[in-house]
């Protein structure tokens, strides 16, 4: 079976801490994923990386950052975190090519207050 | 631009009856894949149907399938017989070959399913 695990299910910092998000999945895809998950927006992609070391900036990447050094694991990084980003993050995972299906992580619930 | 369109905030179906979920999309790449997915109140995100823009005939999977209208932009999800384990949030996604494998999100819509 996939699997996609991130880090932490649920997540309280401080405005201005430094918050990292860790991805890890077990298929050997090439491509993952961060979303941010807000009611009646839907999902809104982040950033994505195709491959090791290499990153691609999404729809919303203010005051995000990403890092991929090794193929299995995504971590998004939040220089220093604003109550706006209070929101559900998803990680997901897939094949290259475009009729490969993401799999995604249970998501992590990030408060900051 | 919104590039995924899903005008159904809320719906709501009588058990055992047939529901279309409207998707519409945009996009100048003529080679795109169209993605659906069900997010439980569970919160996990299942893959449930693929058409790709090349594909002949809509796709089909079980209760699933796809009412694809390319010239409209639109991918359609139709859920035949619906159950009460059908009650879950439905988004449609779109992935464009020129873009890296990036992978693009509707708003969603809340299907309730009524007993």
């Known amino acids: 079976d996939v699997k996609v695990t991130q880090s932490s299910r649920y997540l309280v910092k401080r405005t201005g801490e430094k918050v990292f998000l860790e991805c890890v999945q077990d298929m050997d895809h090439e491509n993952m994923f961060w979303y941010r998950q807000d009611p009646g927006l839907g999902l809104r992609l982040i950033y994505f990386?195709?491959?090791?070391?290499?990153?691609e900036k999404g729809d919303i990447p203010e005051g995000y950052s990403v890092s991929r050094e090794k193929k299995e694991r995504f971590s998004l990084i939040l220089e220093s975190a604003s109550t706006n980003q209070t929101s559900m993050y998803l990680c997901?995972?897939?094949?290259?090519?475009?009729?490969?299906?993401?799999?995604f992580g249970p998501g992590t619930r990030l408060t900051v207050t | 631009a919104q590039k995924i369109t899903q005008t159904q905030p809320g719906m709501f179906v009588q058990e055992k009856e047939a529901v279309t979920l409207d998707c519409t999309y945009d996009?100048?790449?003529?080679?795109?894949?169209l993605f659906w997915y069900k997010q439980p109140s569970s919160g996990e995100m299942i893959f449930l149907i693929y058409?790709?823009?090349?594909?002949?005939q809509n796709a089909t999977e079980g209760r699933y399938s796809l009412n694809f209208q390319k010239a409209r932009k639109s991918a359609n999800l139709v859920i035949s017989a619906s159950q009460l384990g059908d009650s879950a949030m439905y988004f449609c996604?779109?992935?464009?070959?020129?873009?890296?494998?990036?992978?693009?999100f509707g708003p969603g819509t809340s299907l309730s399913v009524i007993p």
């Open positions: 996604a779109m992935r464009e070959s020129t873009s890296y494998d990036k992978v693009i």
């Open positions: 990386s195709y491959d090791v070391k290499m990153k």
């Open positions: 058409q790709g823009s090349y594909d002949q």
């Open positions: 996009t100048s790449d003529p080679s795109y894949g």
């Open positions: 997901a995972s897939s094949s290259r090519g475009q009729h490969y299906e993401q799999y």
